[in-house]
């Protein structure tokens, strides 16, 4: 599995991330914030506070992380 080597949020809800690999690129969120979890990364500033968890997944402060595997390929299918 490929590791995320770097993380950069980005406004208002976009991720850059870069992947050991080499597939690298933004991820906007702003259409994938939706139930209880996710209402905190609803404000800008909250949002901002995503780190690399030490499983190497986009991590805030609630808990929420997300699947490195799945941006990913998110990213990848974008290179196409």
């Known amino acids: 599995m490929e590791r995320i080597v770097e993380l ?3 406004p208002p809800y976009r991720l850059y991330l870069r992947f ?4 690298c690129g933004e ?9 209880p979890m996710f209402a905190p990364l609803h404000d800008p500033t909250y949002f901002a506070r995503v780190v690399l968890s030490d499983y190497g997944a986009p991590l805030w402060p609630n808990g929420l992380d ?4 799945a941006l990913h390929e998110r990213l990848r299918r974008r290179r196409g």
């Open 8 to 10: 950069e949020s980005r």
């Open 20 to 23: 050991d690999d080499g597939v």
């Open 27 to 35: 991820v906007d969120l702003a259409d994938r914030l939706l139930g």
């Open 66 to 69: 997300l699947a490195p595997d």
